[in-house]
């Protein structure tokens, strides 16, 4: 698989970031300059289907690449406690699920979702999309097998994956937990509205 990857700085932490539905990894190279600027280390995991990689992104095969990733920073004397898994939006649901398997020392979840299922029952309320719908992601069912610290942002605009998903998610989770939902942000432009600096400042505590 094609990924991008900067080692850290002086033993930094390293960001697995694994990014949404829409695009590819070269739409997400402005959100992780700043994390390379403060000297973390950033995978940026592009997945099977996207971006010139051949396959067919399935539920099992996106986990199977989410392993994979870890796979290699182990082969690169990365261990689990300098490991921050970042999921973007479909991202989030293969980082709930690594994280509730033991990896990870952080998480990290950008406008997730509760289960693909109920993203889509709320996009098409007149359609047994529930039923219908063969990949699942279901996050709320994992997320309480998950004891690292995490944080979860989302846009109270955002169209695509309604804001009461990551509520709801952030609900159902273990603490150590925050929650920041920013009032005018949408589901591509969190970062214009602060999330760059609202992750390092939750980086810091735990990685100062």
Request: charged residues 20%; aromatic residues 10%.
């Amino acid at each position: 698989l094609l990924a991008w990857w900067k080692p850290p700085a002086d033993g930094r932490p390293v960001i697995v970031f694994f990014h949404g539905n829409g695009g590819h990894i070269g739409y997400r190279g402005s959100k992780v300059r700043g994390f390379l600027d403060r000297g973390y280390g950033v995978l940026l995991v592009a997945w099977r289907g996207y971006g010139g990689n051949e396959g067919k992104p399935t539920e099992a095969g996106l986990y199977a690449d989410g392993h994979g990733a870890l796979r290699f920073l182990d082969q690169q004397g990365i261990g689990k406690k300098k490991i921050v898994l970042y999921g973007e939006s479909l991202g989030s649901g293969v980082a709930v699920e690594l994280a509730s398997r033991g990896a990870g020392q952080i998480l990290v979840l950008e406008a997730p979702f509760t289960s693909l299922a109920a993203a889509a029952a709320d996009r098409f309320p007149l359609f047994p999309v529930r039923w219908l719908i063969r990949d699942r992601f279901d996050s709320q069912s994992k997320i309480g097998k998950v004891t690292l610290p995490l944080l979860i942002i989302h846009g109270e605009a955002d169209m695509v994956l309604p804001v009461s998903l990551g509520r709801a998610l952030l609900e159902k989770a273990n603490e150590p937990k925050k929650g920041v939902f920013i009032q005018k942000a949408g589901h591509n432009n969190l970062f214009d509205f602060g999330a760059g600096g609202i992750v390092l400042a939750f980086l810091d505590k735990e990685y100062p």
